[in-house]
């Protein structure tokens, strides 16, 4: 199967999204949005996410434990929850509409409007996923950046520092807002002038055609010239 220009900027958009909505997935259910060490006991190290915090003690296991109410998180850990839900689905529903509306997808009962529209349905919605998915790891990030710098908490306490979430999840917004940008773009390269048939108008007369002369809604033939030889 031979792909076009305007198809392969479509494949790579759906890549680029798939990937996304793959990190997406991974960040959201890994507890490792923050980190934190302790000097007394260097063998045992923190983790907190978003549904639950864990105790990583080497050599030894590892404790998780969920956190028993959503109230009792704190305020960007609430945001991130419900945007990062909302973020799976803008992605998944727009990586479905831009695979409906892909160069590769034949179907006879759609049409290559509808499934314009559809592309570029799917990719503002990958865009909106993306958007919705760097918020809460920037919100976290900024938090953490704030509470390590706090000069109102004494040295002697531990502070919580970035987890390797965090920067998967940065990974997937920018995976999600490429493969988006690439779906729009496929989207508007895909515009094509549709010339109906009652819209077509001929450029050049029957050659067999002779012209006409009319008057008083009379019809008069041209005379034919002498110097026509039969």
């Known amino acids: 199967m031979s792909w076009s220009f305007h198809g392969k900027i479509q494949l790579g958009g759906l ?68 945007l990062m839900v909302a973020s799976h689905g803008l992605g998944l529903m727009g990586l479905l509409l831009s695979g409906f509306g892909a160069e590769c997808f034949q179907f006879h009962r759609i049409r290559r409007v509808l499934k314009r529209r559809l592309c570029l349905l799917g990719g503002t919605l990958e865009a909106s996923a993306a958007a919705t998915t760097l918020l809460p790891v920037s919100w976290v990030a900024y938090a953490t950046i704030q509470d390590f710098w706090d000069d109102s908490i004494p040295e002697i306490v531990p502070r919580w520092e970035f987890g390797d979430a965090l920067y998967l999840g940065w990974a997937s917004g920018v995976f999600l807002a490429l493969g988006g940008l690439l779906l729009v773009f496929s989207a508007c390269l895909g ?36 110097t026509l030889l039969i």
């Open 15 to 82: 890549l680029l999204s798939l990937l996304g909505c793959i990190c997406l997935c991974v960040t959201t259910i890994l507890p490792r949005w923050k980190t934190l060490s302790l000097e007394l006991n260097e063998m045992e190290t923190w983790t907190m996410g978003l549904w639950e915090v864990c105790v990583d003690q080497e050599e030894v296991a590892t404790v998780c434990k969920a956190f028993e109410s959503f109230l009792s998180l704190p305020q960007e850990l609430q945001a991130s929850r419900i």
């Open 191 to 226: 515009k094509e002038d549709v010339t109906f048939p009652h819209m077509a108008v001929p450029t050049t007369a029957p050659p067999s055609c002779a012209p006409a002369e009319v008057s008083d809604g009379s019809f008069y033939l041209m005379p034919r010239p002498r």
